[in-house]
């Protein structure tokens, strides 16, 4: 019996040394299409669809009766959050049965600190608030952030880093007075400030990226030209710089494209993908044959980008693309499917033998990792979505120390050029 149990440890041990990160499936939010201008309502409602890249297959799994749109999509611990126009819904990411709802009128994008679900808000008219946390497992309302605490104007996509969230304000459903702020949150306090103004090309924020801790934000303006601003993340964030990348752009197809170092977006004169380098500051190429897309996100684990496409009001697919922007397979999806999240889980193979493991304490950590291992590499840690958030170039072989004190609450996996990993969860 004792003997058994010790195999089953070890067992078990060396099964999670070699466990690997995959996608196990891609979260596609249609949008549906809403006739706004004819009268005609809801002709085609809100769904969520699944692509599998080990079989390559889609699928529509949900439908959300009700919102006139879909805003945001999200994966977190085997739940899957939806913003829809004016409600939340959590579904279980294994079943895809709806495992709660709350009505959030004019709800964007979400994000995730800890137990909370973070959410922004902007509606035509305005709204009481345009900040506020829930409790992720009951959708319950925890606390707001109220225009009388400085947010007095709606906010689009919303990022976390550390105890921080940072979020594009843009007070978009005004357009004659747009906004160009990166606000900040500080989440133990649940206050607001530090505004950090992009200027006058730096107007209507609306993507969020995060690089080497500091905010980039994709700005369409007034939509006469579209540009990128870089935010220094400090104890006073300031305006690195706001460039101006083309004449317009897609919003939701921009994304940070961690392989190649680089932002990609649309760009509406061309409709081919446009890559701007953050290394120079500046555009560097076109992707020329690149599709129009309307959404776009990367997956870091298999090398590849994941787009979207749409006619707005009767089709929509889904494609694989290549990190030069060429399509590598095409499927079906649904009408104007456009915001995608990852679900990145462990997968485990007896195939694949390491020679050797990485050890690393304190788990769960606060600020500082203390890594060991038995052969020079350099060391990746990915977020619970697969995403690169910090990077430590090879050194020689023995003990290391990480700093991780710039990283939100959560589980990260840390991954070496061998593809040794390791999960580790900070406090």
């Not at 530090?194 to 924020?205: C, R």
Request: with cysteine.
């Amino acid at each position: 019996m004792y003997r058994s149990f010790l195999t089953g440890l070890a067992l078990s041990t060396a099964l999670f040394l070699h466990a690997q990160l995959q996608v196990h499936q891609v979260f596609v939010l249609s949008e549906g299409y809403y006739d706004f201008f004819g009268g005609g309502g809801q002709l085609v409602p809100v769904t969520l669809g699944s692509y599998d890249p080990a079989s390559g297959s889609y699928q529509n799994v949900a439908t959300i009766e009700g919102p006139r749109f879909g805003s945001d999509v999200l994966v977190d611990e085997g739940v899957v959050f939806v913003a829809a126009d004016d409600r939340v819904v959590r579904f279980d990411a294994d079943t895809y049965q709806p495992l709660g709802e709350a009505m959030v009128n004019g709800v964007r994008k979400l994000a995730i600190w800890g137990d909370a679900l973070l959410l922004t808000r902007g509606e035509l008219g305005g709204l009481s608030h345009y900040f506020e946390a829930r409790d992720k497992s009951t959708l319950d309302l925890l606390w707001t952030i109220d225009p009388a605490d400085g947010l007095s104007m709606s906010a689009e996509d919303v990022i976390v880093l550390g105890d921080k969230a940072y979020l594009a304000v843009n007070n978009a459903f005004d357009w004659s007075n747009l906004a160009g702020k990166v606000g900040v949150v500080d989440l133990v306090a649940q206050t607001y400030g530090n505004e950090v103004d992009l200027g006058p090309d730096g107007l209507n924020p609306e993507k969020l990226f995060v690089k080497e801790g500091d905010v980039l934000a994709f700005c369409n303006t007034d939509f006469s030209r579209s540009s990128i601003s870089r935010v220094a993340i400090n104890a006073a964030p300031s305006l690195t710089y706001t460039t101006v990348v083309a004449e317009n752009s897609g919003c939701a197809a921009s994304a940070l494209v961690e392989a190649e170092d680089k932002v990609y977006f649309l760009e509406y004169a061309q409709n081919e993908l446009v890559r701007f380098d953050l290394g120079t500051g500046a555009v560097s190429d076109t992707l020329v044959g690149s599709p129009s897309i309307y959404g776009l996100i990367e997956d870091p684990i298999n090398g590849v980008l994941y787009a979207t496409t749409t006619d707005f009001f009767s089709a929509g697919d889904f494609h694989v693309l290549s990190l030069d922007g060429q399509v590598v397979s095409t499927l079906t999806a649904a009408v104007s499917s456009g915001n995608l999240a990852l679900d990145v889980r462990l997968s485990t193979s007896t195939e694949t033998i390491h020679a050797a493991a990485m050890s690393v304490y304190p788990n769960p950590a606060a600020d500082e990792l203390f890594v060991s291992l038995p052969s020079a590499s350099a060391i990746d840690v990915l977020d619970g979505t697969g995403r690169l958030v910090h990077r430590e170039g090879a050194r020689i072989a023995g003990k290391r120390r990480i700093g991780i004190g710039h990283l939100p609450a959560g589980l990260y996996t840390l991954r070496t050029e061998s593809g040794i990993t390791h999960r580790f969860s900070k406090r």
